[in-house]
């Protein structure tokens, strides 16, 4: 392949306009976010028309940024990456128009990313950038990856070949993503948006075996999930419990800090909080282990948005699981674009390109 094998890539999926230039798929020249989260936050959750909006204003001056980071000009690049989906139509289409406008103007090849893919490569750049990967090298070595966010709860087996990679979807949630109720149960008990890194620091305050919230009971795949009926659980809990005031309170609090929030937060919630995180943590890692043990997996990659939690972590860590459980880097676990240019690199080494019909992808699979 001629070149330095560097990419632009381009992300705007959801609530983040990003966008980044890595090399060869292992070296991060530049990876640049910009979040929507303070527009978003008063409605509780992403409003597309604003996500569009705001993607519209931004998607310019972080790509300017990524390059200037880099050092680079767009006639130092080799490609430009894109995701082409799964994520809201509006947003999407900023990132792929512009990309394809890039493309035009340059004349460079133009790679569409699965989104999906994006998030399991993030952490196949993280071990790129350290130690050597055992994810790496070896055609037969194949891990599980659990993509775990706002949007998805996708358990697959990825197998890497010589220059590309196989995914075959073992698991998904059958209602909401582990992400979603996450937002869900902060949004119903008077937290703010985005709900995970709320609940997440607020949960080491709490008794994690307080509430004892039942396992769901899967028909059909048994690696399937299911979190709707948790969330419920937390609704009922909190209507039994009388909390409509202290919620009510809390819906004017936020702007607080997480001190504030914790001082202003009953013992009762915080266990409420602990034990929900702690199912949430429970079934993630219990699917992992059954699915690992079902096919006999070294290695199992976790990344998304939820793979921030630190409980998550934290328990993936002391449970000496008999495989190596891989963790993203927190900036690198939710939606940016080096994970984008980190995906593209093998389809770059293929010449898999798209052309200028490419459109966006709403509901697009992995596998
Ligand atoms: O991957 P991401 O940035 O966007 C999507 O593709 O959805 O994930 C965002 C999701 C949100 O639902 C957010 O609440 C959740 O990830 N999240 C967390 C944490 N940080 C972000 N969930 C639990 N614990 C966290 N620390
Ligand atoms: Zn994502």
């Known amino acids: 392949m001629p070149g330095r094998g560097l990419i632009l890539a381009i992300e705007s999926s959801c609530d983040e306009t990003a966008a980044a230039v890595v090399e060869r798929g292992a070296r991060t020249l530049s990876s640049v976010v910009a979040s929507q989260i303070a527009t978003h936050a008063r409605y509780g959750g992403v409003v597309p028309e604003l996500a569009s909006r705001e993607h519209l204003r ?37 990132g792929i128009t512009y990309a394809k406008a890039l493309a035009f103007s340059t004349g460079l090849p ?22 050597p990967s055992p994810l790496r090298g070896d055609p037969d070595e194949q891990a599980l990856a659990l993509v775990v966010s706002g949007g998805h709860t996708h358990l697959y087996l990825a197998r890497p ?34 709900g995970g890194p709320i609940i997440d ?32 659980a937390v609704l009922r809990w909190a209507e039994q419990h009388d909390m409509a005031d202290e919620i009510a309170a809390r819906r004017g609090m936020l702007h607080a800090g997480i001190d504030e929030l914790r001082k202003a937060t009953p013992q009762r919630t915080l266990d409420l909080l602990a034990s929900f995180q702690h199912a949430v943590v429970r079934e993630l890692l219990r699917h992992v282990a059954v699915s690992a043990e079902e096919i006999g997996a070294q290695s199992a990659i976790i990344s998304g948005g939820v793979a921030c939690n630190a409980g998550l972590r934290d328990a993936a860590r ?3 699981l008999p495989y190596a459980v891989f963790f993203p880097t927190p900036g690198l ?8 240019a980190a995906a593209a690199f093998p389809k ?13 992808k709403a509901s697009m699979s992995l596998a």
């Open 161 to 194: 070949t010589a220059n590309t990679w196989h995914y075959q979807l073992i698991g998904r949630t059958l209602d909401d993503a582990a992400g979603e109720a996450y937002d869900k149960v902060a949004k119903l008990l008077g937290f703010g948006y985005p």
């Open 318 to 320: 002391t449970a000496s």
């Open 58 to 94: 931004a998607i310019v001056p972080v790509v300017r940024a990524a390059l200037a980071q880099a050092g680079v000009t767009l006639a130092g690049l080799d490609a430009i990456a894109v995701t082409s989906g799964p994520g809201l139509a509006g947003a999407l289409l900023v």
């Open 110 to 131: 133009l790679i569409a990313v699965n989104h999906l893919e994006g998030h399991i490569h993030a952490v196949l750049l993280n071990e790129r950038e350290s130690t």
């Open 201 to 232: 620091k607020l949960a080491p305050f709490g008794n994690p075996e307080a509430v004892r919230f039942t396992s769901p009971k899967m028909k059909g795949n048994a690696l399937d999930f299911s979190f709707s009926g948790l969330k419920t």
């Open 333 to 340: 676990s939710t939606d940016n674009a080096a994970m984008i």
């Open 348 to 360: 770059l080494a293929r010449r898999e390109f798209a052309d200028f019909t490419l459109k966006a």
